[in-house]
């Protein structure tokens, strides 16, 4: 059973950074995307950046475009979001998904097939 696990989130003070983890497990990953999206309260869940397993193909959504890095280690089957730069209206659950296939253009949530549970960023002073 393919499972996907955030961790990493927490309070940071704006201008700072932090790294997001997402680990997948459950079976062997090739043709699959990762992805990450956030939900601020009482706002849709947007894409944030993708990353193909093969060959490491990024997308970025442009307003994290310069700030926000999407990066893969395949022999952890961990993917990582390094947020930089961080604003007040950065503040959102951020959640890893997972889609079976190969994926390059922005992705809706509705693509995704599995989920993680979501991890707090806090952006505050």
């Known amino acids: 059973q393919v499972q996907v696990v955030e961790s990493g989130g927490g309070l940071v003070q704006p201008g700072g950074s932090l790294r997001l983890a997402c680990a997948a497990s459950g079976r062997t990953f090739s043709s699959d995307t990762m992805a990450w999206f956030r939900q601020a309260p009482g706002k849709d869940r947007d894409f944030v950046a993708s990353?193909?397993?093969?060959?490491?193909?990024?997308r970025y959504a442009d307003s994290m475009r310069g700030r926000f890095t999407i990066s893969r280690d395949n022999a952890k089957n961990t993917v990582y979001l390094q947020m930089n730069s961080l604003k007040p209206e950065d503040t959102a659950v951020y959640y890893c998904?997972?889609?079976?296939?190969?994926?390059?253009?922005?992705?809706?949530?509705?693509?995704?097939?599995?989920w993680g549970q979501g991890t707090l960023v806090t952006v505050s002073s």
């Open positions: 990353i193909t397993w093969s060959f490491g193909v990024t």
């Open positions: 998904a997972l889609d079976s296939r190969l994926r390059y253009g922005l992705l809706d949530p509705r693509d995704m097939d599995y």
